[in-house]
């Protein structure tokens, strides 16, 4: 299963946890919940989250820490 990472416009950290992401060689979909017809499977009151599935694995910058884990 892999990772989905759920973004927004408008929001800076969501910004530099993509940006840093797509340096890494984990395989990670993104899905902006603003332009995109998907959200994410629980209710979020933050942006970026990180999912593996249905489960909330991070926020924010803890993703960087989460996927660096794994790398």
Known sequence: MKYILYIANNCHECEEV???VSKM???VEIINVDE???SPPI???AY???FKG???LA???DILK???AKV
């Open 18 to 20: 993509e940006s840093e």
């Open 25 to 27: 060689s984990v395989e």
């Open 36 to 38: 995109d017809d998907q």
């Open 43 to 45: 209710p979020t009151f």
């Open 48 to 50: 970026p989250a990180l």
């Open 54 to 56: 249905e489960i909330l």
């Open 59 to 61: 926020y924010g910058s």
């Open 66 to 68: 989460r996927l660096k």
